[in-house]
Each structure stands twice: as C-alpha cells, then as structure tokens.
T-cell receptor, first 112, second 109 residues
Framework: NAGVTQTPKFQVLKTGQSMTLQCAQD?????MSWYRQDPGMGLRLIHY???????DQGEVPNGYNVSRSTTEDFPLRLLSAAPSQTSVYFC???????????FGPGTRLTVL | EDQVTQSPEALRLQEGESSSLNCSYT??????LFWYRQDPGKGPEFLFT???AGEEKEKERLKATLTKKESFLHITAPKPEDSATYLC??????????FGTGTRLKVLA
C-alpha cells in the first residue's frame, strides 16, 4: 500500500493563479480531508468528504474548492491564489468506522 | 470553546533523560484523543488513540496516558531519533478533530 499520496511536493504560485493539489489513497477509506498547517497554529480543516460525491466545508474553506468523484481521489483547487494561502497542505484519510486519520506527506505552497 | 493546548512548546533533552509532554483539552463530547509524531517536511504519523480516562498505551520508549482533562506522552530514556514534533488532537462530536500546536522535542546525543 502506498497509503496517502500527494502531489506536487512543492509549488510556487503568483497571486491570482489557480491550481489543483492532488491527493490519492489506496486504503479504500471513505473519509478524506484537507488541512493546512501554519506556524504557531494547529492543523486546520479546509474541506472534507465522507464518500464519493459528498463533500462539506471545514473551518477555513474560503478560497478553496473540492470534489470527490471516486473513493481514491480528493483534489483541492485554489481558485485565485492569495499570499494568505501560503502554507503546508496535508491530505488525510480514515475508515468510516475508525477514528485514526492517516496523513499524506504534504504540499508546501508559496504564493507570491 | 473547544480547545487543545500542548506544553511545553519546545523541549531539549539529553539522551536517556526521561520527560513528559502535556496535552490539556476542553471539549464537549470527547470521542478520542490522538498522538502523532511529525518529522520535518513530513506528514503527521499516527502513534496512539486513547478513548477513556485511565487508559494507557505504549510503544517502544513512548507511553500515552489520559485523564478527564489532559493527556501525557511519557518518553523514557529518549534517543536522538525520537527528535520530532509531537502533535495531540481530540475528536469531538460531529466528527470534528481539533489539533494542538505541538511540542518540538530535541534529544541531544
């Protein structure tokens, strides 16, 4: 099992550009989530999904969009990048009947 | 307001010098408390889940304990490879996870 994979590992954008962060898992987990991690703050939930076709907003959803067309993939779209979105982004997944989340290696995003 | 606070923010230990990290929480409807290890440039790696006061879990040099207000991660005779950031998180009602800001542990040889 590869677990949770994320691409790219690093990305630099200019203000106003859009891009998609990719996340995939091969553990057949129903639940998938996107978090951002900023210095001095705990991981904060952006969006999450409890299954294919079902998504919902987390704590800090503004400026981000998600969709879940398959169980395996959960991409995160930045619609118009802003410097405030400079952060490290983590994707996580878990079983619907479990509580332990498993995290990907992260994407470090810089918006200039 | 639901909150998770970890202390200390940073900790430097000599190899073999045992210590404890603290995670205090105020949350309604606690469904579980989790400890993760995070190495620089990596994602959090799951360590333990604790569900009820009095519960303890062990893994190598690490032992996690839980009371009604806090959890401790005890590190016995640490080695330099134990150096990492340790994150605490709680799962509350409505499937919401709340993360602490972590304790940065450095173990010196």
């Amino acid at each position: 099992n590869a677990g949770v994979t994320q691409t790219p590992k690093f990305q630099v954008l200019k203000t106003g550009q859009s891009m998609t962060l990719q996340c995939a898992q091969d553990m057949n987990h129903e639940y998938m989530s996107w978090y951002r991690q900023d210095p001095g703050m705990g991981l904060r939930l952006i969006h999450y999904s409890v299954g294919a076709g079902i998504t919902d907003q987390g704590e800090v959803p503004n400026g981000y969009n998600v969709s879940r067309s398959t169980t395996e993939d959960f991409p995160l779209r930045l619609l118009s990048a802003a410097p405030s979105q400079t952060s490290v982004y983590f994707c996580a997944s878990r079983l619907a009947g479990g509580n332990e989340q498993f995290f990907g290696p992260g994407t470090r995003l810089t918006v200039l | 307001e639901d909150q998770v606070t970890q202390s200390p923010e940073a900790l430097r230990l000599q190899e073999g010098e045992s210590s404890s990290l603290n995670c205090s929480y105020t949350v309604s409807g606690l469904r579980g408390l989790f400890w993760y290890r995070q190495d620089p440039g990596k994602g959090p790696e799951f360590l333990f889940t604790l569900y009820s006061a009095g519960e303890e879990k062990e893994k190598e040099r690490l032992k996690a304990t839980l009371t009604k207000k806090e959890s401790f991660l005890h590190i016995t005779a640490p080695k330099p490879e134990d150096s990492a950031t340790y994150l605490c998180a709680v799962l509350r009602a409505r499937d919401k996870y709340i993360f602490g800001t972590g304790t940065r542990l450095k173990v010196l040889a």
